[in-house]
Nanobody, 121 residues
Framework: QVQIVESGGGMVQAGGSLRLSCSAS????????IGWYRQGPARLRDLVAR???????YYAASVKGRFTISRDTTRNTVYLQMNSLQPDDTAVYYC???????????????WGQGTQVTVSS
């Protein structure tokens, strides 16, 4: 079981930027596809972005062109660069170290504590 640690959240004004980090305590996530999810108030947890072991990426339509997911294997870290943030982006952001089979991503049932992102108008 990978112990995920998310960081980098905070409060910003609309139009601002944040960079979230996802790493693992005591283990490596370099062999996992990683998904960034978010859960806003009274909302379900939704997939925001995903990076596969091949480096292939996926973005939800609501963040495409504003968010970028990337991986630094030397630091055992996956980043989510978030630009042009809007109040609707306010949520707790979680990353998930999933598995990959035949090019398909499967989320792990284990989650970190998440990191809060609050965007004010």
């Amino acid at each position: 079981q990978v112990q995920i640690v998310e960081s980098g959240g905070g409060m910003v004004q609309a139009g601002g930027s944040l960079r979230l980090s996802c790493s693992a305590s005591g283990s490596s996530i370099n062999g996992n596809p990683i998904g960034w999810y978010r859960q806003g108030p009274a909302r379900l947890r939704d997939l925001v972005a995903r990076i596969m072991l091949s480096g292939g990426t996926y973005y939800a339509a609501s963040v495409k062109g504003r968010f970028t997911i990337s991986r630094d294997t030397t630091r055992n870290t996956v980043y989510l660069q978030m630009n042009s943030l809007q109040p609707d982006d306010t949520a707790v952001y979680y990353c998930n170290a999933g598995t990959e089979t035949d090019g398909r991503y499967y989320a792990s049932p284990y989650w970190g504590q998440g990191t809060q992102v609050t965007v004010s108008s």
